[in-house]
């Protein structure tokens, strides 16, 4: 089984001061998500607007290769902790 990645927007202190039983594993890094912000924004629309599917252009970002056809790895990162 697959170990899912849980992001919390509040300190994961927070959390285990109330006791929950499942965790978030690390904070959002809201620094990442706004310097790529408009890339996300893109890549939200390609696949809301149905021009490719998401599991091609996830395929496509985990790519290595050309720095201008595929974004840099701070991209997906932050693509991934947006969900």
């Given at each position: 089984m697959h170990k899912l990645q849980l992001y919390s927007i509040d300190a994961i202190?927070?959390?285990k001061e109330l006791s929950y039983q499942v965790l978030p594993n690390q904070k959002v890094d809201y620094e990442l998500i706004i310097e790529y912000w408009d890339d996300i924004l893109r890549l939200v629309t390609t696949i809301k607007l149905g021009y490719e599917k998401a599991s091609v252009l996830?395929?496509?970002l985990n790519r290595?290769?050309?720095?201008?056809l595929?974004?840099?790895?701070s991209l997906v990162q932050s693509a991934e902790r947006i969900g």
């Amino acid at each position: 089984m697959h170990k899912l990645q849980l992001y919390s927007i509040d300190a994961i202190s927070n959390f285990k001061e109330l006791s929950y039983q499942v965790l978030p594993n690390q904070k959002v890094d809201y620094e990442l998500i706004i310097e790529y912000w408009d890339d996300i924004l893109r890549l939200v629309t390609t696949i809301k607007l149905g021009y490719e599917k998401a599991s091609v252009l996830l395929r496509r970002l985990n790519r290595t290769g050309d720095p201008v056809l595929f974004p840099p790895e701070s991209l997906v990162q932050s693509a991934e902790r947006i969900g």
